[in-house]
Structures are given as structure tokens and as C-alpha cells.
Nanobody, 120 residues
């Protein structure tokens, strides 16, 4: 399974981006998809996750109401819509997939990250 994250960039505070995670080697209906981020000098932290079997989504409190995770089965791509961005959202964002359909820091496959910089 391979994952490719994209969609990052430089955005002003309050702006939005849509991060994409293209999945190959498996289909989205068989894996949980998680989004994580790592800011400079900080540990990687979970942001959001979706379970494939029941569609349950999880969000960390610091992004709840601003970020939305979704999936496009036809494109086999997961998304993270990030709105109302704050400077503290600046980080490299990673997507990950788990064949056991679990959300955790120990997911099976990880993609390369996409960098998000929030600055005026």
C-alpha cells in the first residue's frame, strides 16, 4: 500500500486548504485513514481519522469544527479540508492507512508529508 499526500502550501491565517491522500495498493473501503502532523521541534500528533467499516470519524479537539476528513471511493483518495487555519497549524501533514481498520499512532502504512505553512 502506498500513500501520497499533497495539497499543502503557504496560506494566510484564516485561510483554507484541501489536503489529498491518494491511496494505491488497497481500496479505501478496506483501510482506516488517519491524518497526522508534525510541527518543527515537536512530536508527531494525530489530527483526524476515519474508520472504513462504519465511517466513524475522529478529530482532535484543537481541529474540531475547522478540519473535515472525507473519502472519494471513485478516486481512491482521502481528503482533509482544513479551514480557519492558524499559525499553530503550521506543520508537515501526513496521511496513514491501517489494514486492521484502526485509528492509532501505529498505522500500517505512511505516506510522505505535505507541508502547510500558515503565515501572514
Amino acid at each position: 500500500v502506498q500513500l501520497q499526500a499533497s495539497g499543502g502550501g503557504l496560506v494566510q491565517p484564516g485561510g483554507s486548504l484541501r489536503l489529498s491522500c491518494a491511496v494505491s495498493g488497497s481500496t479505501l473501503d478496506h483501510v482506516a485513514i488517519g491524518w497526522f502532523r508534525q510541527a518543527p521541534g515537536k512530536e508527531r500528533e494525530g489530527v483526524s481519522c476515519v474508520i472504513s467499516t462504519d465511517g466513524i470519524t475522529y478529530y482532535r479537539n484543537f481541529v474540531r469544527g475547522r478540519f473535515t476528513i472525507s473519502r472519494d471511493y471513485a478516486k481512491n483518495t482521502a481528503y482533509l479540508q482544513v479551514n480557519s487555519l492558524k499559525p499553530e497549524d503550521t506543520a508537515v501533514y501526513y496521511c496513514a492507512a491501517d489494514l486492521r481498520d484502526r485509528c492509532s499512532y501505529d498505522m500500517d502504512y505512511w505516506g510522505r508529508g505535505t507541508e502547510v505553512t500558515v503565515s501572514s
